[in-house]
């Protein structure tokens, strides 16, 4: 099938194209240069706005955890369904909305690539599971790390190669995508009912600290040439004064960057930029993250953006979960995962007139905007931990519009403001800096480059939302920017019309994204016969059990690692 | 003869993959296994097996094709305004998931067999959340170790060996564990425990609720709650206080005696409780061995574990009311096809009642009882040894099953014989 969309406003950054009257033609499932009109459609999408589709690059959407929030939480779809109709089958939202809604609720939204950025390996074949059902969408899951015994043993005695190895190992065989951190060490702890309160403090029984593994799993994300760079949701989540720990964390890496490539991810940075002592003291440690961020080019982050309103929070960071569970005294899960990881899911509703929360909310805006360079901020709300992903239009009219934020703000605790930087910001972002923040930055950083960009070749994933870029000014008009935002006129995948002013058109298979990492070949020799002698000690399930084949995943498209090994 | 080794064992929810089978001329000729339930399976899963399709004519099942047994189901489902499409523990994920995009088609309710077994349990979990781990966590970690209303040593025989008390874990051994029983009466695993507990039959929540008064140092005036003496509770209470990784373990003693999701209430509140002094986890002890897998793929597709219903054109859940037992009780459903399980045999008897008065199908690789009263039988292969798919053991670990040995000749596997369905009912529907 062949398309034309005439006549648009296309942003295109990756391409340096900024609000332009431009053409785009599909042919095959690609953009290409040019198609002959008389065959091909030709879709009218006058002074609209056309971007490439969104990239979101953590969303939990699919998996164990995601599988409890939506388990326990019945409250939380009784009133928002959808009907069966046409191609689109039926399900529930909202906050964590069964799988088929997700994959047409992001389309609707002029999503097209979603990762789920938290998977425990074990538990892998249920990621995998979700994920097949996902229609539309391409996508992929970041299997966890941080408190996986065999990586801390290896990086504790040194054996770094081993460590690439095993982890090269595991990837292929739970077809992952990237090293993913969470609270290094301190799961471990929690499996035994603590914490780890320091960057610098030991893991107990594991000889080894946070910082070491950061660094030491840095390292090996270099060795194994992996297109993203190690995904880290840093110590201290959720705690007053945890900023320090966010710095410490990127400056602990900082000495192993080479060039401009950032070599460390921090993910929802919102929940890691707190000031103050306690709850009653906090403020926002935005302003010192952002500058961090700005002076140094290693570093990429996501916001974590909180919206008001009820919502479930899941994580893998357990002892976090614990935490936010003995404030709330509410429903509780957690799901400790053997030798790798653990998960918590606690619901929560974000008030504004609560302190805490209002605080939090502010900050999310503000290191969106105090950091300086769009390509190394992105827009997420931590679906759903900060919000439903929904809810994204939302959080680009705040983020474009001075004025819709001061509206938000004026009804926030008096002392939520004053220790909080927002209402001082001035900036408001452009359609360019947002079609950056959720595309084309976002595809870069995950080494997609098929993807977030709308040059000849790319994937023809596109979106076009009902805005008149060159007219509207979403400074002032921030509630046309949401509404064109949240039901985009037209989203295309892969030269496929799926979605077209909030109806699903069509819903094709997505790929799934894996990396067919190696590590060299005799230090792979010797390490996977030692890891399957301890796999029978450790786990509770056969070594063969483990690895999922290729053909389990609806569609599989596996990536190359960026550099050879070694 | 060949070898396989590795093998999931379509036995029990503890889903043990470390069965060695040797098959010869596509026969299960020995399994390696100590557990009596699985090498049962695997050598006898073949007797008594019904390898035609039936239909009922003048009230006697007749053999018949496998197009005309289809069409006869798919016209049942068409025509029938409120189906109930029932079962689904004892085959893989992608049959269910065939289940449920059936069911949503015919706009009928779906339910799996947790609505007889641990559905408490998910209520409970709706309640108040879940503290729960891996089993190799278990295994690793936990120096007690409570079965409540739970008897492993029968029912999930290698769970103990493999998972729980008896396993040797990388932080714990077997003689660093204490086991602690509570149970109606002394079973086999409160042989073998350090302590037994005997509760009054229906009366567990008042125990649940005399520990959580003894944690919470309150004074508790009775000689005994529960037909327990008030030393012994105490006694319990500072065992689980007092240890560094516990973990109550519980099964249908807790869900299915007076009380139901209130018992399961009182066993979550009481975990939560206990991780203030120390690290605590719960584990339903789940029966068949993918009913697991069952809640876990109608909570993705549809929001909700079990108790589906399509009638309004989306997912609804209302226990009580789309629970199966309470649709067959009450008369509401006008149709049931029945897949991996043998309701007949164990649903009460109003419910049964009713089920056989109206139209009813049967996808099963046997003649089950229900089978005998069905309208239209098919056979399938048997799943975990004939063919392939994925199941979810009792924690939530999912694996993916192997295919042994071919069926008979003929026989499909269940997911392709409602697929064939479900195209047939779009046919149907749509030439209407």
């Known amino acids: 099938m062949e398309y034309l969309l005439k006549n648009g406003y296309v942003v295109d950054p990756a391409n340096k194209i900024d609000c332009e009257r431009k053409d785009i033609a599909v042919k095959d499932g690609k953009i290409v240069e040019s198609v002959d009109e008389s065959k091909a459609k030709v879709i009218d999408v006058k002074d609209m706005l056309v971007m490439p589709g969104g990239v979101d690059l953590h969303s939990h959407i699919a998996g164990s955890k995601v599988n409890i929030g939506r388990l326990f939480r019945p409250e939380d779809h009784y009133k928002d369904y959808e009907v069966k109709k046409g191609v689109r089958r039926s399900g529930v939202g909202h906050s964590v909305p069964s799988i088929f809604t997700t994959g047409y609720r992001y389309a609707t939204l002029g999503y097209t690539t979603v990762f789920e950025p938290a998977t425990p390996p074990l538990k892998t074949v249920h990621t995998h599971d979700e994920l097949n059902d996902i229609p539309i969408l391409d996508k992929a899951c970041f299997p966890l790390f941080g408190n996986n015994w065999f990586v801390m043993e290896y990086i504790r005695d040194g054996k770094l190669e081993e460590c690439a190895a095993y982890i090269a190992w595991l990837m292929r065989s739970v077809k992952g995508y990237a090293i993913k951190v969470v609270d290094p060490g301190g799961v471990e702890a929690w499996k035994w009912g603590g914490t780890v309160q320091d960057f610098d403090q030991e893991v107990p029984r594991f000889g080894i600290t946070p910082r070491e593994i950061v660094r030491g799993l840095v390292k090996v994300n270099k060795m194994l040439g992996l297109p993203h760079p190690i995904h880290v949701h840093a110590n201290q989540l959720g705690v007053p004064g945890n900023y320090k720990t966010t710095l410490r964390t990127l400056d602990a890496v900082k000495d192993l960057a080479a060039g401009d490539r950032p070599i460390i991810h921090l993910t929802h940075v919102q929940f890691n930029a707190y000031g103050g002592v306690d709850y009653l003291s906090l403020s926002s440690g935005a302003d010192a993250v952002a500058d961090y961020v700005n002076k140094n080019p290693h570093v990429t982050i996501d916001i974590g953006q909180v919206i008001f309103g009820d919502t479930t929070t899941m994580t893998a960071d357990g002892p976090f979960e614990y935490k936010l569970f003995t404030l709330l005294r509410g429903k509780w899960a957690n799901a400790d995962v053997e030798v790798e990881t653990g998960a918590g899911v606690v619901p929560i509703t974000y008030s504004r007139s609560n302190y805490v929360h209002a605080v939090m909310w502010a900050i999310g805006l503000e290191l969106a905007l105090l950091i300086e360079d769009p390509w190394r901020v992105f827009i997420t709300t931590d679906h759903p931990n900060g919000g439903p992903f929904t809810e994204y239009p939302r959080v680009f009219s705040w983020l474009m519009s001075k004025e819709a934020r001061a509206k938000v703000l004026k009804k926030l605790p008096r002392l939520a403001r004053a220790r909080t930087n927002l209402k001082d910001i001035d900036r408001e972002y452009t359609f360019y800096d947002l079609a950056i923040s959720t595309r084309a930055a976002t595809a870069k950083i995950l080494g997609l480059s098929n993807k977030g960009h709308l040059g000849v070749g790319a994937d023809a994933d596109i979106a076009v939302y009902n805005i008149n870029p060159k007219e509207v000014n979403p400074s002032k008009d921030y509630k046309t920017v949401r509404q064109a935002f949240a039901k985009a006129y037209l989203t295309m995948k892969d030269g496929e019309i799926v979605a077209k002013e909030g109806e699903i058109v069509s819903a094709p298979v997505g790929r799934t994204y894996w990396v067919n990492t190696k590590a060299p070949q005799d230090i792979e020799d010797a390490v996977i016969p030692e890891v399957k002698r301890l796999f029978e000690d450790y786990y509770t399930i056969r070594y063969e059990n483990y690895y999922i084949p290729e053909s389990y995943l609806a569609c599989s498209a596996p990536i190359q690692p960026l550099e050879p090994a070694g | ?432």
């Open chain 2, 1 to 432: 003869m060949k070898v396989i080794n590795a093998v999931l064992c379509p036995g029990c929810g503890s889903l043990c993959d470390d069965n060695e089978v040797y098959v010869e001329d596509n026969k299960i000729v020995k399994v390696r296994t100590d557990c009596a339930i699985s090498t049962s399976k695997f050598l006898n899963f073949n007797k008594d097996r019904n390898t035609t399709p039936l239909i009922r004519v003048d009230g006697e099942l007749k053999p018949t094709t496998l197009e005309a047994a289809i069409e006869r189901v798919a016209r049942i489902l068409v025509e029938a305004e409120y189906p109930l499409i029932y079962g689904w523990s004892l085959t893989s994920c992608e049959a269910q998931k065939k289940g449920v995009e059936l069911a949503e088609e015919v706009g009928g309710v779906i339910d799996n067999t947790t609505t007889v077994c641990h559905g408490p349990s998910i209520l409970g979990v709706q309640d108040f959340g879940e503290p729960t781990c891996s089993l190799g966590e278990v295994r690793a970690r936990a120096d007690l170790i409570i079965y409540w209303g739970c008897n492993p040593s029968s029912a999930h025989t290698r769970h103990m060996k493999r998972y729980s008390s008896l396993s040797k874990g990388r932080f714990r051994l077997p003689e660093q564990r204490k086991v602690v029983v509570v149970d109606v009466r002394k079973t086999p695993t409160a042989r073998n425990a350090n302590l037994f507990i005997q509760v009054k039959p229906n009366q567990d929540y008042e125990l649940m609720a005399a520990l959580k008064m003894m944690l919470q140092n309150e004074e508790i005036e009775e000689q005994e709650v529960a037909g327990v003496p008030v030393e012994q509770i105490e006694e319990l209470a500072e065992l689980m206080r007092s240890c560094e990784f516990g973990v109550l373990f519980f099964g249908l003693g807790l869900t299915m005696s007076e009380g139901k999701e209130r018992n399961i209430d009182g066993a979550i509140t009481l975990v939560r409780e206990l991780n203030r002094w120390t690290k605590f986890a719960i584990m339903p002890m789940r029966g068949h061995y993918n009913v697991t897998g069952a809640n876990k793929v109608f909570t993705w597709q549809t929001g909700y574990p079990y108790a589906v219903d399509f009638s309004r054109g989306y997912p609804r859940y209302e226990p009580g009311d789309t629970t199966a037992v309470d649709v067959l009780s009450r008369g509401y459903n006008d149709a049931t096809l029945v897949v991996a399980s043998d309701p007949v045999a164990n649903l009460p008897k109003d419910a049964v009642k009713h089920l056989c008065s109206k139209p009813l199908a049967v996808i099963d690789p046997h003649i089950s009882l229900t089978a005998f009263m069905a309208d239209v039988v098919i056979p399938c292969a048997f799943v975990g040894i004939e063919e392939g798919g994925t199941a979810y053991r009792m924690d939530g670990v999912g694996m993916i099953l192997k295919k042994v040995v071919e069926p008979p000749e003929g026989i499909l596997p269940d997911t392709q014989i409602l697929d064939l369905i479900l195209k047939r009912v779009r046919e149907l529907k749509g030439g209407r």
